[in-house]
């Protein structure tokens, strides 16, 4: 897992907040991803990057806001967030977002929306 | 579209028999699929893909997977399975022609000692 690191591991936050989660990968890979992991639900994909270009946004609301400077690293910005938000928010990287690469998953950020 | 199918929410075995856990797919054309493992509190690892080739596939800690297209099926299976293979598992299946990774709902395995 030292591959791709998140931060931070866990964050509690109010519905009026601003928070940030950081993932950094450290493979080398061109393509990150944001996932949403809830109780009882499959993955659910949020958002795709590939070479810092945004390629995807997967009718994501507007209070979740991705940014991408550079390959390394990936940022999913956190504003008026709603309880049902609360969930394992996980990072992904892979070779390319094409093709037949497996991703690698950061830990994940634990969000609780109060 | 493409849909993972894992129709055993939970597995239970005892330590030394032997595990599978199913996962069937569906896509409209080839597929990739994968095997991903989730340890409490921690992200998901990736196991073993199938892309082309020999339909059985061999990956880490000792686990197999056999790529049956009649079947539309990728089980995952291990001979000898030890209390630390206790976990959350993921099937995904990703179309050849599409980008997005679609991930079944997680069977959690528990070995007993």
């Known amino acids: 897992e030292t591959g791709v690191t998140q931060t931070p591991r866990h964050l509690v936050m109010g519905m009026t907040n601003k928070k940030s989660l950081k993932c950094e990968q450290h493979?080398?890979?061109?393509?990150m991803y944001w996932y949403k992991q809830s109780a009882k639900k499959p993955l659910e994909l949020m958002f795709v990057?590939?070479?810092?270009?945004?390629?995807e946004n997967n009718s994501v609301p507007s209070r979740f806001s991705p940014e991408c400077p550079n390959s390394s690293h990936l940022f999913l910005h956190l504003h008026t967030l709603q309880p049902e938000d609360s969930a394992l928010y996980l990072c992904a990287s892979a070779g390319s977002w094409t093709g037949g690469y497996e991703q690698y998953f950061g830990p994940g950020t634990r969000l609780t929306v109060t | 579209a493409q849909s993972v199918a894992q129709p055993e929410d939970q597995v239970n075995v005892a330590e030394g028999n032997p595990l599978t856990v199913k996962c069937t797919y569906s896509v409209s054309g080839n597929p990739y699929l994968f095997w991903y493992v989730q340890y409490p509190n921690r992200g998901l690892q990736f196991l073993l893909k199938y892309i082309t080739g020999d339909n059985l596939v061999k990956g880490s800690y000792g686990f197999e997977a056999e790529f049956n297209k009649s079947q539309t099926s990728f089980h995952l299976k291990k001979p000898s399975a030890l209390v630390s293979d206790s976990a959350l598992y993921f099937c995904?299946?990703?179309?050849?022609?599409?980008?997005?990774?679609?991930f079944g709902a997680g069977t959690t395995v528990t070995v007993r000692a």
């Open positions: 493979l080398g890979h061109n393509a």
């Open positions: 990057y590939s070479l810092e270009e945004r390629v």
């Open positions: 995904a299946v990703r179309d050849m022609d599409d980008y997005k990774l679609s």
